[in-house]
T-cell receptor
Framework: TQLLEQSPQFLSIQEGENLTVYCNSS?????LQWYRQEPGEGPVLLVT?????EVKKLKRLTFQFGDARKDSSLHITAAQTGDTGLYLC???????????FGKGTTLSVSS | DAGVIQSPRHEVTEMGQEVTLRCKPI?????LFWYRQTMMRGLELLIY????????DSGMPEDRFSAKMPNASFSTLKIQPSEPRDSAVYFC???????????FGPGTRLTVL
């Protein structure tokens, strides 16, 4: 069974701080997606990484896919209160199967 | 364009009652997913369909749960009888490809008393 473990589970920081959250597995994924879920809403896709070692930037957010395509990280620079939410990673495993979601990292950014 | 539509948005019912959750996926999407989300267990995949056919229902917790997709524009998730431990937010999501970007609906918050 392919699993994705996310860490930390909870993170509470002040506005302006930097942070990194992780998504790890012992399995290889063909691609990995990152979603953000705000309170009372469904998750929304932020980015998809496909190639081992790939780095993608979305404003202050930097996503990296591990060289072996087993792990990924999300780094936020100078966090803002609007970054508050649940960050979920989802991996595309065996062909013909659904995405596998991690349990997420709940981020709280206070002013 | 309308996104994934779910109804009702909130449902409060008593233990033992039948609950039916509804979902209209995005037009043109071939895959539909039902999830349950709780603080303790996170986002759990219950069942998914591809081209209206159920592919994997191994995430359905018990026989009390059933799901149907009679056509490409409609799906239901039914719980009968409902129990307090079924209280959660239920999400429907659809995608153009099975492992592609998933578009989630706003969710149905179910409370079973």
């Amino acid at each position: 069974t392919q699993l994705l473990e996310q860490s930390p589970q909870f993170l509470s920081i002040q506005e302006g701080e930097n942070l990194t959250v992780y998504c790890n597995s012992s399995s290889v994924f063909s691609s990995l997606q990152w979603y953000r879920q705000e309170p009372g809403e469904g998750p929304v896709l932020l980015v998809t990484v496909v190639t081992g070692g790939e780095v993608k930037k979305l404003k202050r957010l930097t996503f990296q896919f591990g060289d072996a395509r087993k792990d990924s990280s999300l780094h936020i620079t100078a966090a803002q209160t609007g970054d508050t939410g649940l960050y979920l990673c989802a991996g595309a495993g065996q062909a013909g199967t659904a995405l596998i979601f991690g349990k997420g990292t709940t981020l709280s950014v206070s002013s | 364009d309308a996104g994934v539509i779910q109804s009702p948005r909130h449902e409060v019912t008593e233990m033992g009652q039948e609950v039916t959750l509804r979902c209209k996926p995005i037009s043109g999407h071939n895959s539909l997913f039902w999830y349950r989300q709780t603080m303790m267990r996170g986002l759990e995949l219950l069942i998914y369909f591809n081209n209206n056919v159920p592919i994997d229902d191994s995430g359905m917790p018990e026989d009390r749960f059933s799901a149907k997709m009679p056509n490409a524009s409609f799906s239901t998730l039914k719980i009968q009888p409902s129990e307090p431990r079924d209280s959660a937010v239920y999400f429907c999501a659809s995608s153009f490809q099975l492992q592609g970007e998933q578009f989630f609906g706003p969710g149905t918050r179910l409370t079973v008393l």
